[in-house]
Nanobody, 126 residues
Framework: QVQLAESGGGLVQAGGSLRLSCVAS????????MGWFRQAPGKEREFVAA????????NYAVFVRGRFTISRDNAKNTVYLQMNSLKPEDTAVYYC???????????????????WGQGTQVTVSS
């Protein structure tokens, strides 16, 4: 069974940084699109960022563009989300997801992903 395990969440002050990691087990994900989503209390799960298999295509939600960076290391079966200039509204559970092998222009829908991690909590204080 493919499993995704997120780590790196925690409590930070506004303006701080965190790097989230997602390690896949069960198979390599080197040919698969990967994404990050988040869900805050009382809100729907929303798209954060996506990256294709060779890192030559990325997509970001408008609200994180310029602050967050998605990257991957296929040799380590790991995808990262570097989060800088964090704001209280970034507080959410962040989820890693694995999609298909075909890149699309958005990859912003949860329906485009097949496997999900359990999430890691990110809390940003004022």
């Amino acid at each position: 069974q493919v499993q995704l395990a997120e780590s790196g969440g925690g409590l930070v002050q506004a303006g701080g940084s965190l790097r989230l990691s997602c390690v896949a087990s069960g198979r390599t994900f080197s040919t698969y699109n990967m994404g990050w989503f988040r869900q805050a209390p009382g809100k729907e799960r929303e798209f954060v960022a996506a990256i294709n298999w060779n890192s030559d295509n990325t997509n970001y939600a408008v609200f994180v563009r310029g602050r967050f960076t998605i990257s991957r290391d296929n040799a380590k079966n790991t995808v990262y989300l570097q989060m800088n200039s964090l704001k209280p509204e970034d507080t959410a559970v962040y989820y890693c997801a694995e999609g298909s092998r075909v890149w699309s222009l958005s990859l912003t829908s949860t329906s485009e992903y097949n496997y999900w991690g359990q999430g890691t909590q990110v809390t940003v204080s004022s």
